[in-house]
Structure formats: structure tokens, C-alpha cells
Antibody, heavy 116, light 112 residues
Framework: QAHLVQSGAEVKKPGASVKVSCKAS????????ITWVRQAPGRGLEWMGW????????NYAQKFQGRVTMTTDTSTTTAYMELRSLRSDDTAVYYC?????????WGQGTMVTVSS | DIVMTQSPLSLPVTPGEPASISCRSS???????????VDWYLQKPGQSPHLLIY???NRASGVPDRFSGSGSGTDFTLKISRVEAEDVGVYYC?????????FGQGTRLEIK
């Protein structure tokens, strides 16, 4: 059974950066892109972008352009999402998921809290 | 960006009764291969979302056959033939035709 396991909760101050990891297992990592989706407390789902794991091509939501970087390490089958210049409205659960649509495998989510 | 609009936003249902959720898109979601690029997800309380339906009408692996997806173009529907207690949570539609991928606001299903 394929799995995505994410890193633990983070607390950051405004202006800082956060880097969330997403470890894939039990499937061929380079066959699927990794998409990142976030969910602010009590709110809906928001697509942030994806990275192809074979060529590391990225497609970011315009809202996050310049602030987000998605990377992968094929040797450890791990994807990363770094968000910079954090603001209070970046407080959310960040999910990684498999593919570019029909997201069939999801990580457990990483809570990122931005607070002074 | 494509806007996805769901209704209703809240759906109280008696166990054993059917339920239906509508999702309307601001653009035609029929792709060049003739598939409707709409997925449906359920997020149970305290859990990550999980895939129910992809390409408009295809049930994901392990999804009970009481769930079905239909529709074409700009109007889509998720139906539950007989609601069970385990179906509570928030249902989201998502368009997978273009980037940015966009989700509906979510429909909260609760048991009466």
C-alpha cells in the first residue's frame, strides 16, 4: 500500500521560512508528481502547485509564485515544500498528495502555525 | 481561474436515505479525450481528504458502490444512494482540467 508520510508540526514567526517534507513509500516515486494542497483552520482546500518527480518540473499557483519552492530527492523518495516570508494567514495544514489530479494518496498533513 | 460552486453547503441526512451534492464549474470541463475532468473528495473529521470519484464518474479503489458521480460540461453531481453514519464529513469537488486546480467550497454532510 503506497504511503506519504509528512514531517511534524511547525511553529514559525512572521517573516520566517518553513520546509515541509513528504516521504513516499511502496510505489515507484518517479512515476507520479507530488502536489501540495493547504487548508487554513476551518476553511477549504487550496492548491499550491506540483512538482514532477522525474524531471523536477514545477507548476506553482500564481498566489505563491516567488515565495514557494518545491523540490524532490529521488534517492530518498522525499518531496519538500518550502514557503518563505511567512504571514499569519499562512497558518494552515499542508498536505502532500500523489499525482496532478485524481489524488489517490495523501499525507497525514503538517500543521504550520505562524505567530509572533 | 475556474470557479467551482457547490450546493448545498450543509446537508443533513437521515441514515438510509439518499443524498445529492451539486457542483457547477465556470468553464466546460470536458477535455480533449472526452473525459470530464472532475474529482470528488471526502474529508472525514480530523482526517486527510480521500478520493471518491475521478474523471466525473469513476469510483476510486475501495469506494463503496453507493457513491456515484455524474454530469458533463459544467454541471456535476455526487450521489450517495443510502447514507451511512461513516459518510459524515466535508465533500469537495475539484476541477483537474487546468491549473490552478480549484476546489468547491465544500459540502458538510451530517447525520440527522
Amino acid at each position: 500500500q503506497a504511503h506519504l508520510v509528512q514531517s511534524g508540526a511547525e511553529v514559525k514567526k512572521p517573516g520566517a521560512s518553513v520546509k515541509v517534507s513528504c516521504k513516499a513509500s511502496d510505489y515507484t516515486f518517479t512515476n507520479y508528481a507530488i502536489t501540495w494542497v493547504r487548508q487554513a483552520p476551518g476553511r477549504g482546500l487550496e492548491w499550491m502547485g506540483w512538482i514532477t518527480t522525474f524531471m523536477s518540473d514545477t507548476n506553482y499557483a500564481q498566489k505563491f509564485q516567488g515565495r514557494v519552492t518545491m523540490t524532490t530527492d529521488t534517492s530518498t523518495t522525499t518531496a519538500y515544500m518550502e514557503l518563505r516570508s511567512l504571514r499569519s494567514d499562512d497558518t494552515a495544514v499542508y498536505y502532500c498528495t500523489r499525482g496532478v489530479g485524481a489524488f489517490d494518496i495523501w499525507g497525514q498533513g503538517t500543521m504550520v502555525t505562524v505567530s509572533s | 481561474d475556474i470557479v467551482m460552486t457547490q450546493s448545498p453547503l450543509s446537508l443533513p441526512v437521515t441514515p438510509g436515505e439518499p443524498a445529492s451534492i451539486s457542483c457547477r464549474s465556470s468553464q466546460n470541463l470536458l477535455d480533449s479525450n472526452g473525459f470530464n475532468s472532475v474529482d470528488w473528495y471526502l474529508q472525514k473529521p480530523g482526517q486527510s481528504p480521500h478520493l471518491l470519484i475521478y474523471l466525473g464518474s469513476n469510483r476510486a479503489s475501495g469506494v463503496p458502490d453507493r457513491f456515484s458521480g455524474s454530469g458533463s460540461g459544467t454541471d456535476f453531481t455526487l450521489k450517495i444512494s443510502r447514507v451511512e453514519a461513516e459518510d459524515v464529513g466535508v465533500y469537495y469537488c475539484m476541477q483537474a482540467l487546468q491549473t490552478p486546480r480549484t476546489f468547491g467550497q465544500g459540502t458538510r454532510l451530517e447525520i440527522k
